[in-house]
């Protein structure tokens, strides 16, 4: 077996061990929370008012997103989960910490925001019936506040996480952008991490980029990274990748492609790709929180980067190969990923 593919292998049955090994060491999570509502159903029509499709729906479900969906996978691998964030006073909110206490995590850190809209991303799946075997999105609703979250609520949660830093295994931030999270409060949060030697894991809007400067390793699609290549007039990706990590101050940067592979960044220059091993994919409707996920669980264990984006990768394709997109990492599925890449491989050096 040649050099790289053996290191590949030592790494692989490292991660999975670390699974078989999880300790309950916590977590502290800050992010914005939002309720995912999925409607299933046939499209086998237009309207007749308009060329939009009608949708039969024949179930519904629904499930917590965004941060939460975070929390719920870190509490599954069997880590302990300190999250603070915030919920409307409304139907929605109560299912998203109904749903936490079924889990068995805390909802001490979600602070219940009065006269407030939780928000609420709607989805519709509709496929041809008896024609289509998988459905396909055809409308995205969000319902949220029309209102800025008061800031009070966001120094409040903010103070919260600052006190559950220094005794974690790994700080991760989800940013929305609604108002969890000012530039200010996440600066702290990330000092405060670099101050108590732990790892700081953001999935930062492009919007608010600001609020992640300093992290050990921030999270894009690789829609983001072109996005932002354009608007710096730069050549390649690796050339945009190097420009935001001096500019922000980052120690690495993690680009998810989905069907194109993870691919690693760091500011000292080095580059890692991993292709997509998922054989037949077909959603990638979570992707950042299962990396966030697997990064805090593995950099949180003192692994180095480049395992650990060997443990975000195989959870991407966890999610990529979802039978639904509301699915979350959890140790099971992510073990037996990992057991059918270490196969996979031994099977090609035959």
């Known amino acids: 077996m040649e050099e790289g593919k053996r290191q590949?292998?030592?790494?692989?049955?490292?991660?999975?061990?670390?699974?078989?090994?999880?300790d309950s060491s916590k977590v502290t999570l800050i992010g914005d929370i939002m309720l995912d509502r999925y409607h299933h159903g046939y499209s086998n029509r237009l309207i007749s008012t308009a060329p939009v499709?009608?949708?039969?729906?024949?179930?519904?479900?629904?499930?917590?997103?965004?941060?939460?969906?975070?929390?719920?996978?870190l509490g599954s691998l069997g880590l302990n989960v300190s999250f603070f964030s915030c919920v409307?006073?409304?139907?929605?909110?109560?299912?998203?910490?109904?749903?936490?206490?079924?889990?068995?995590?805390?909802?001490?850190?979600?602070?219940?925001?009065?006269?407030?809209q939780t928000l609420t991303k709607i989805r519709f799946f509709g496929s041809r019936q008896s024609l289509l075997d998988k459905s396909q999105i055809l409308l995205q609703a969000d319902r949220e506040s029309?209102?800025?979250?008061?800031?009070?609520?966001?120094?409040?949660?903010?103070e919260k996480t600052l006190k559950s830093i220094p005794d974690s295994c790994a700080l991760?931030?989800?940013?929305y952008d609604k108002g969890v999270l000012t530039d200010i409060g996440a600066q702290k949060?990330?000092?405060?991490?670099?101050?108590?030697?732990?790892?700081?894991?953001?999935?930062?809007?492009?919007?608010?980029?600001?609020?992640?400067?300093?992290?050990?390793?921030?999270?894009?699609?690789?829609?983001?990274?072109?996005?932002?290549?354009?608007?710096?007039?730069?050549?390649?990706s690796k050339d945009a990748a190097s420009s935001l990590m001096k500019t922000y101050n980052w120690e690495s940067l993690i680009v998810l492609g989905g069907v194109d592979g993870v691919t690693l960044y760091e500011a000292d220059g080095n580059i890692e790709f991993i292709p997509c091993s998922a054989p037949s994919p077909s959603q990638q409707i979570g992707l950042h929180d299962a990396a966030a996920t697997a990064l805090a669980a593995s950099l949180g264990h003192k692994f180095p980067m480049s395992s650990a984006v060997v443990l975000a990768a195989a959870a991407c394709e966890c999610v990529l190969t979802a039978q639904a997109s509301h699915e979350f990492v959890n140790r099971r599925t992510l073990g037996l990923w990992l057991d059918e890449l270490l196969w996979q491989m031994q099977i090609s050096d035959r």
């Open 88 to 116: 409307g006073d409304d139907r929605e909110g109560e299912v998203i910490k109904s749903q936490f206490l079924s889990d068995g995590l805390s909802i001490d850190g979600i602070e219940t925001v009065s006269n407030r």
């Open 189 to 236: 949060l990330i000092q405060c991490a670099k101050k108590n030697s732990i790892p700081s894991i953001v999935d930062p809007k492009l919007t608010g980029l600001e609020r992640s400067r300093g992290a050990t390793v921030v999270l894009f699609e690789i829609r983001g990274l072109d996005l932002l290549r354009r608007r710096l007039m730069l050549e390649s």
């Open 8 to 22: 590949r292998v030592k790494i692989l049955k490292d991660l999975r061990g670390l699974l078989d090994k999880m």
């Open 146 to 158: 029309l209102e800025e979250l008061d800031v009070g609520v966001s120094n409040r949660l903010v």
């Open 53 to 73: 499709p009608v949708l039969k729906i024949q179930h519904s479900e629904e499930s917590p997103g965004a941060a939460a969906h975070i929390a719920r996978g």
């Open 172 to 175: 991760v931030i989800s940013d």
